[in-house]
């Protein structure tokens, strides 16, 4: 594939460069949390959305320099990762001061409410690295990294404006939040399912590594999401977390259409895809909030 044989002469498409350096993730971060702000009417300052955005791309970065380390094969690996791989000693600096700016931010930004409940989830990451570090199979034993990962985000994600709206408690179960959480998962399982031959040498932990019948079956898992999530969100319409459940559901349909022709698509371009599929919702959909019932 021409596209291949390019990223392996380290010449990485524009369009790739967002997920490259990392920046994907955060932008997802920010837009979800602002459209969940929208969508229950909270005001949540700039200054949250920096801090979040920063976070999520110091937690990102870390664990690509950890794998650029662990990298068996690096001319088979992800264009991402082999950039981390040829630019590890700027990377690792470059990540190390802006952990130290992170943690400088979330001390003096944060409301204090809200770094009560952010320890709970920062152990979680704390879980993953050590996981990724020593310990090989599923997360937990039964979990895979994939949903570990997703469920994750999402709360982290959604947490600030759980703090703003003095309900925190409700993020860590609240269906809205669980539901993007289970689109945040499918997108990381659809991320591995594609990836799985540049993972093969390089991540043992992968899904489907660990598991390979998870590449046949992934379409039906993303459409049986997808159906899934329209059920409940057709359920709910007259409820104010519906625009966000249809944000979900829209994501999942494109997911699974994705995963329906993957075989016609460069892994690459699929990559970048998944990532269009968690945002592209959000940005349809945020013009036209608010928009349920109890307006």
Same mark, same amino acid.
């Given at each position: 594939?021409?596209?291949?044989? *390019?990223?392996?002469?380290?010449?990485?498409?524009?369009?790739?460069?967002?997920?490259?350096?990392?920046?994907?993730?955060?932008?997802?971060?920010?837009?979800?949390?602002?459209?969940?702000?929208?969508?229950?009417?909270?005001?949540?300052?700039?200054?949250?959305?920096?801090?979040?955005?920063?976070?999520?791309?110091?937690?990102?970065?870390?664990?690509?320099?950890?794998?650029?380390?662990?990298?068996?094969?690096?001319?088979?690996?992800?264009?991402?990762?082999?950039?981390?791989?040829?630019?590890?000693?700027?990377?690792?600096?470059?990540?190390?001061?802006?952990?130290?700016?992170?943690?400088?931010?979330?001390?003096?930004?944060?409301?204090?409410?809200?770094?009560?409940?952010?320890?709970?989830?920062?152990?979680?990451?704390?879980?993953?690295?050590?996981?990724?570090?020593?310990?090989?199979?599923?997360?937990?034993?039964?979990?895979?990294?994939?949903?570990?990962?997703?469920?994750?985000?999402?709360?982290?994600?959604?947490?600030?404006?759980?703090?703003?709206?003095?309900?925190?408690?409700?993020?860590?179960?609240?269906?809205?939040?669980?539901?993007?959480?289970?689109?945040?998962?499918?997108?990381?399982?659809?991320?591995?399912?594609?990836?799985?031959?540049?993972?093969?040498?390089?991540?043992?932990?992968?899904?489907?590594?660990?598991?390979?019948?998870?590449?046949?079956?992934?379409?039906?898992?993303?459409?049986?999401?997808?159906?899934?999530? *329209?059920?409940?969100?057709?359920?709910?319409?007259?409820?104010?977390?519906?625009?966000?459940?249809?944000?979900?559901?829209?994501?999942?349909?494109?997911?699974?259409?994705?995963?329906?022709? @993957?075989?016609?698509?460069?892994?690459?371009?699929?990559?970048?895809?998944?990532?269009?599929?968690?945002?592209?919702?959000?940005?349809?959909?945020?013009?036209?909030?608010?928009?349920?019932?109890? @307006?």
């Amino acid at each position: 594939m021409k596209d291949e044989s *390019a990223l392996r002469k380290s010449q990485v498409p524009c369009w790739l460069w967002l997920n490259v350096l990392g920046l994907d993730a955060p932008l997802v971060a920010i837009a979800w949390q602002f459209f969940f702000a929208e969508a229950f009417r909270l005001k949540i300052p700039t200054s949250n959305y920096l801090v979040l955005g920063l976070v999520v791309w110091v937690i990102y970065s870390a664990d690509r320099l950890l794998d650029a380390r662990r990298l068996g094969d690096p001319q088979a690996a992800s264009a991402r990762h082999r950039f981390y791989s040829d630019w590890f000693w700027l990377l690792m600096p470059l990540t190390g001061l802006a952990a130290l700016l992170a943690v400088f931010a979330v001390v003096t930004i944060l409301p204090a409410t809200l770094l009560h409940s952010g320890v709970v989830v920062f152990l979680f990451v704390i879980v993953y690295f050590v996981h990724r570090i020593w310990v090989e199979g599923p997360m937990l034993v039964v979990v895979p990294k994939e949903i570990f990962s997703g469920m994750v985000f999402a709360i982290g994600t959604t947490l600030t404006g759980y703090a703003w709206s003095n309900d925190i408690p409700d993020a860590l179960y609240s269906p809205e939040v669980l539901w993007f959480g289970g689109l945040c998962s499918l997108n990381c399982m659809a991320i591995s399912v594609w990836e799985r031959n540049s993972d093969a040498d390089n991540d043992g932990n992968a899904l489907p590594q660990i598991w390979p019948p998870v590449v046949r079956f992934f379409p039906v898992c993303a459409w049986g999401f997808t159906v899934a999530g *329209a059920v409940f969100a057709l359920a709910h319409t007259g409820t104010v977390m519906f625009p966000v459940l249809l944000a979900v559901t829209s994501g999942g349909v494109l997911l699974a259409l994705l995963a329906s022709i @993957s075989g016609r698509i460069s892994p690459a371009a699929l990559r970048v895809g998944a990532d269009v599929a968690v945002i592209f919702p959000v940005l349809v959909y945020l013009p036209l909030l608010p928009w349920d019932s109890t @307006s």
